[in-house]
């Protein structure tokens, strides 16, 4: 939703960063970051110290005892002497924002300030004060900060990659979080599917005058006008919690959803798959797409796994089984080996997710969904925990509304995906039995008797198409008729 101009002055902040040497974009739009976050810090101050003598109480700026720190009486001094101002005085005051469990102390942590120049700095303080992000509306606050995370085109050394933003939202609209629902992501990297779950609900309670499209056909603007102030309280503060063992993720997911509208986000750095973590049963909804690499030492794994494995994963997949409510949801995002592995631990984890789990879905994606990440082939399943499955419904994506090339260019920014959340919607009142079409259902039986395999190649139908050939002496009589005609034609050169 972003227009020309500000795209435009967002490309020429990130391409001064490139030319200044700050090539790998995690680390620019972390620096990138750091700026939005100090120009926002003055204007949230002076929105509440206007609140507070509208309502007649003491306000004490956070500015107080260094003016000099705010964006606006640092802004318009000359390069190197704002260079120095900002890294050796504003930045470190950052961090001493609140107590040690405040948001400004969490986001700061071991945090470096590393824009190498004076001139690059004003260059950047300069767009992002042209974008008086104080003025614009939330909506336009998170597309900035998504188009900024839209210029990441290469995965993490652990296999994290940034979600399609579509395919985060049909797993949200799947899942229908609700207010007052605990939501999870224990590998939550930028923040994505927690921002867009914020963004169901409060859709869910907007009055639909007050919706409005943009030229993609996306909804936006969604004010949860029905929501109280002790709901709003609820979303801010105890609804929505992410967790990821990169600090700079943190740091970048917490700016996401703060640009969202989230005032106190609950993102902290701890790898959920260690000791460090506990397991406890006590989150209504988890939406994840978990790294597919990479493995953890076994004397740093947690004690409350069961299934034997070092494969990352695995274990995330029993790492959310063991952290749902009873009745609690989850859609998450799996590479295809998990629907098909063969060894103990592949078949112990669908296993656990058939028998102590309704898996009510799994959707095959092409390859070329997470292009440019990577090319490799994934799925979603869906399952609430804590009843047994009966039937599975099976689902092959064709297409996600992208081409499926390093372009991803755009066709219709939907493809299968309005479809696969009807039949999720429907699905008990839909009889889907041919195995030639998309979707069908298998029973859990027929899936036990296959080693507990979901990979949907295992049980679809592939039609076949009779052709009839030319008689071999009919195809060699047109070969030699060609050759000859050739010949004839190099004689005449």
Not at 238 to 244: M, P
Not at 255 to 261: E, R, S, T, V, W
Not at 361 to 384: D, E, N, R
């Amino acid at each position: 939703m972003l227009d020309a101009e500000l795209k435009s002055k967002v490309n020429q902040l990130w391409d001064k960063f490139w030319s200044s040497g700050i090539s790998n974009p995690l680390t620019a739009i972390e620096q990138m970051s750091y700026l939005i976050f100090m120009k926002r810090l003055e204007d949230e101050d002076n929105e509440n110290e206007l609140n507070a003598k509208l309502s007649g109480e003491e306000y004490i700026s956070i500015f107080s005892e260094h003016p000099d720190y705010k964006w606006s009486n640092w802004i318009n001094m000359s390069a190197d002497e704002m260079l120095n101002h900002v890294k050796y005085n504003v930045f470190p005051f950052l961090s001493t924002i609140g107590d040690e469990k405040s948001l400004y102390n969490r986001y700061m942590k071991e945090a470096n300030f590393i824009i190498p120049t004076g001139s690059l700095l004003v260059e950047a303080t300069s767009i992002i004060d042209d974008l008086k992000i104080k003025e614009q509306n939330k909506d336009v606050q998170g597309d900035l900060y998504e188009y900024l995370l839209s210029q990441l085109s290469t995965s993490g050394k652990n296999g994290q990659f940034r979600t399609p933003r579509h395919i985060i939202k049909m797993m949200v609209e799947i899942i229908k979080p609700k207010l007052g629902e605990i939501v999870c992501d224990p590998a939550c990297g930028t923040g994505g599917f927690l921002m867009n779950a914020y963004n169901y609900v409060l859709k869910s309670n907007t009055s639909p005058d007050l919706i409005k499209i943009d030229e993609e056909g996306q909804e936006y603007n969604f004010k949860g006008d029905k929501l109280s102030s002790e709901d709003f309280n609820s979303l801010n503060n105890y609804q929505f919690y992410g967790y990821d063992f990169d600090q700079t993720m943190v740091r970048i997911g917490l700016m996401n959803l703060m640009m969202h509208g989230i005032k106190n986000p609950n993102i902290d750095q701890v790898n959920t798959l260690s000791l460090r973590f506990e397991q406890e049963p006590k989150y209504d909804i988890i939406l994840a797409n978990p790294p597919f690499k990479g493995s953890i030492d076994k004397d740093e794994l947690n004690e409350d796994f069961s299934i034997n494995s070092k494969k990352t994963e695995i274990l995330y997949l029993e790492l959310m089984y063991n952290c749902l409510n009873v009745g609690g949801r989850c859609a998450v995002v799996v590479p295809q080996g998990i629907l098909f592995g063969n060894s103990n631990a592949h078949k112990a984890i669908r296993s656990k997710l058939l028998e102590k789990c309704r898996l009510d879905m799994v959707i095959s994606m092409p390859s070329g969904v997470f292009k440019p990440y990577a090319g490799v082939a994934t799925g979603v399943l869906v399952f609430t925990k804590g009843e047994p499955t009966k039937k599975v419904l099976f689902y092959d994506m064709e297409s996600d509304g992208f081409t499926l090339d390093d372009k991803r260019d755009f066709i219709d920014g939907k493809g299968d995906i309005i479809d696969i959340i009807d039949k999720y919607n429907n699905m008990n009142n839909l009889q889907l039995e041919d195995r030639k079409s998309k979707s069908f259902f298998v029973s859990f039986d027929e899936i036990k008797e296959n080693d507990y395999n979901l990979s949907i190649s295992t049980y679809k139908e592939i039609e076949y198409e009779d052709i009839e050939y030319e008689p071999p002496e009919v195809i060699k009589e047109k070969i030699l008729d060609l050759e000859e005609k050739i010949i004839k034609g190099l004689n005449k050169l």
